[in-house]
């Protein structure tokens, strides 16, 4: 029996439809919904991890008709008591060359570590794999992989090594206690700590003194400088700068992106109000 631990609702499915065809990786996924390498990850005081992150994730969708729940600490933490329960259960933790999944990686660590000769680790960076054109690429994603190439990718699952249980605990310490905003990635299994506006800049150059859709922007910024954050970070972002007077809002913001539109200040200015030449 294996847990398959993966970021993202695509990834798990892509690696459930993987198991259905593969005898040797029968077992569950364990898909953490989480992105944690944007938001506090020190708890706040009075709330569990979960908590504080539902909080955070509440802030940036601002709905209040469908409040986010975080879960992943429950569910991983039920892992690791079945592990307990039954030392024939392995973990195999599936690394993308992705900041959620390394951070998430990072955080998994000091829990299923606790079972250490029996937590394996899956990491594809850097490795090419052919996609349905029979073309190599380098995925970002598991998302991106053809069954049959998982299934061949399954031979790189390693034991995690004692040394990496040291250093890689190590330094969830140290990107809890720095608490930053957003955590880029550096290659490897490395991370930097960055303030939470990192990615204001290459938004604000899609805008102009004339109103556009909030998603053009958005889709504009992720595209163009692969932005990982994801489009609920970025609309929030917009929001934030909009408080700060560092952009205009209207539309109906509590709603989908498409549904609010954002300009530089100035601009649009009524005819009669135009001075004269």
Known sequence: MIYHIVVGD???????????????MAGEVLV???????????????????????????????NEKHPVEVDDMERLLEVSK???????IQAWY?????????????WVMPYISKHATRFYLLNIAGLPFLNEQGKVFY???????????????????RLVTPSEVEIDGEEWRKLVEENAGIRV??????????????????????CSQQYQKASKIVNQALTKFNVPTGDLY????????????????????????????????????PAEQTPNA
């Open 32 to 62: 953490l919904k989480d992105i944690l390498h944007v938001g506090p990850i020190r708890k706040n005081e009075g709330q569990t991890f979960s908590e504080t992150r539902a909080a955070f994730w509440n802030e940036v969708v601002n």
């Open 234 to 269: 970025l609309g929030w972002r917009l929001r934030k700068m909009a408080e700060a007077g560092r952009l205009q809002l209207q539309g109906d913001t509590t709603k989908a992106l498409k549904d609010f539109d954002v300009k530089l200040p100035g601009g649009d200015v």
């Open 185 to 206: 990635h550096e290659g490897g299994k490395k991370l930097r700590s960055v303030s939470e506006d990192q990615y204001d800049n290459q938004l604000i150059s899609f």
């Open 82 to 88: 079945k592990m307990f329960d039954d030392d024939t």
């Open 10 to 24: 695509v990834a798990g499915d892509r690696l459930r439809e993987t198991i259905e065809n593969e005898p040797s």
């Open 139 to 157: 995925p970002k994603s598991f998302g991106e992989i053809l069954p049959k190439e998982i299934i061949k990718a399954r031979r790189l699952a």
């Open 94 to 106: 599936w690394m993308a060359p992705w900041p959620a999944d390394v951070v998430g990686f990072h």
